[in-house]
């Protein structure tokens, strides 16, 4: 099993910034990427940005060229998604997700990130 831990979310003002850490335990050799979420209220959960073990990077089109995904090592112990200029239609809950190299899906418990003015 993995056990995954955000941090980092908040309230801010459009255009500010906003660093999520997500801390993975457990089987963690298993995992073969890792990545952010996000859900709205009223919408389905979707992928923000990934990174797997070989350090590829995959990123939705709404937040390319703002958001960047990184790891602090190649055991993706830590993942953080730093964002910058950050708008309104990012308000969501934003989730930590590691998949196995199984295809096995772990998920946070989820941080609440606020956009408004």
């Known amino acids: 099993q993995v056990q995954l831990v955000e941090s980092g979310g908040g309230l801010v003002q459009p255009g500010e910034s906003l660093r999520l850490s997500c801390a993975a335990s457990?089987?963690?050799?298993?995992?073969?990427?890792m990545g952010w979420y996000r859900q709205a209220p009223g919408k389905q959960r979707e992928l923000v940005a990934s990174?797997?073990?070989?350090?590829?990077?995959?990123y939705a089109d709404s937040v390319k060229g703002r958001f960047t995904i990184s790891r602090d090592n190649a055991e993706n112990t830590v993942v953080y998604l730093q964002m910058n200029n950050l708008q309104p239609e990012d308000t969501a809950i934003y989730y930590c997700?590691?998949?196995?190299?199984?295809?096995?899906?772990?998920w946070g418990q989820g941080t609440q990130v606020a956009v408004s003015s």
């Open positions: 990174i797997t073990r070989s350090g590829r990077t995959n």
């Open positions: 997700n590691a998949r196995l190299h199984v295809g096995t899906m772990y």
């Open positions: 457990g089987n963690i050799f298993s995992i073969s990427a």
